[in-house]
């Protein structure tokens, strides 16, 4: 039988939810960004900005929980 997670089991698996959540945004937009034409130094601009928006929605995210 299986037990309950622990808490550090808890936390590691909310930060590779977070993590993957970050980067599906930021490839998001780097892949939109070179669908629409966008040299591989915009779309590379693109999905570092990407990125931090993520980073920022998931802190927002978890600021007004």
């Known amino acids: ?14 930060q590779r939810l977070y993590t993957g959540f970050v980067v599906l ?4 937009a780097g892949l ?3 669908s629409g034409g966008a040299t591989l130094a ?3 601009l693109v999905t570092g900005v ?3 928006l993520g980073g920022a ?3 927002w995210l978890l600021w007004t929980a």
Do not use: T
Request: glycine letters at 14%.
């Open 25 to 28: 945004v930021g490839l998001s």
């Open 57 to 59: 929605l998931i802190w």
């Open 42 to 44: 915009q779309a590379a």
């Open 1 to 14: 039988m299986v037990g309950p997670m622990s808490d550090e089991e808890r936390r590691a698996g909310y």
């Open 50 to 52: 990407g990125l931090a």
């Open 32 to 34: 939109m960004a070179l």
